[in-house]
């Protein structure tokens, strides 16, 4: 089915996703209906048929699109081993930047995934395996300190992601890349003088 | 009527917010009845009117009282002026310390405060408001790089508390101690080599 449908189909389709991930990050899963939906989108309850083929499938469908993109994300985060060593901090950066980029795009659906889902939790543990990787890529290739334990960081970077992203991302009170440069600098070279 | 209370009826009311605690841990707030937590306290349904209005006098009064030792605790994280600089280290270990073990001390109680309740994000945003305060402080104190941004760096902190907490100190697969050096590690010097 999928297969037959028209560009302007399609431009439809993706302009209920978007409606969906408003509404529900505004009133909730349960409460939003799907009559919500399409009159957000300025769509008939027909239309919303013709692609999806429930509310609860729809959502299913916007938090797995979110999760393939956040687990991509975060397999990027092994430094390129032979990089010079003062163009780790600019890669780590960056690569936080992106993270927060994405997460920073549709934040409606950020608030979804990472806190009303009931695959929240899921989703950051897949997030968190992906940074153990490379984190200890990045402990062998003698970008991260060795003494470090890969699990204990990783943690910790994901529950500052968190953090900084729901009080000033999702929010919009602070970009994707100063979020990205203030988290660094605590990351990479800690809090004391 | 609190001052009525005898040293043996003192000790059914610390049973009861003990069995309380383990009880809207395990089932949820919703799901737990007074009689389930009469029946976990050896008590009567008698003795629990005795000392609390309802069972969400009770809730409120846990998580007021959770709150409150919180609040002392963080309140102790800015470091005495005057300190060698080779003894902040070992101050920043022990207070962070200090926080996991009382943070594990009743896991139940900590994953209602700090998750269930809906006062969570609140208690949260309280020790942070202490944390940025006593971040300023070691600033000008000389312990914390300056060039910091203390709301950055005490979101920061709270997110990767939470998270070890979560993960490690609640299902009681490390102790204070433990998380605390490491994750002092982590914060105080970062993760590049």
Known sequence: MERSITPKGQASRARLL???????????????????????????????????SSKEAMFAELVQEFR????????AGAIASG???????????????????FLGTMPELTKIALVESPDAEAIKSEMIAMVIENMKKNQEAGYVRKELVP???????????????????????????TLAAEMADVLMYGILA
């Not at 991930?21 to 799907?34: D, L, M, N, Y």
């Not at 393939?68 to 994300?73: D, F, M, S, V």
């Not at 204990?152 to 529950?159: D, K, R, S, Y």
């Open 151 to 177: 699990e204990v960081a990783a943690e910790c970077m994901m529950g500052m992601v968190d953090r900084l992203c729901m009080k000033w991302l999702v929010t919009q009170d602070k970009d994707a890349e």
């Open 68 to 75: 393939e993109q956040l687990k991509h994300l975060a397999s």
């Open 18 to 52: 978007q409606a969906a991930a408003t509404e529900f990050a505004a009133k909730g899963f349960a409460a939003t209906k799907v009559s919500d939906i399409v009159k957000a989108a300025g769509l008939t309850q027909a239309a919303f048929y013709l692609y999806f």
């Open 83 to 101: 990089l010079p060593a003062e163009q780790v901090p600019v890669q780590v950066k960056a690569n936080l930047q992106a993270v927060f980029a």
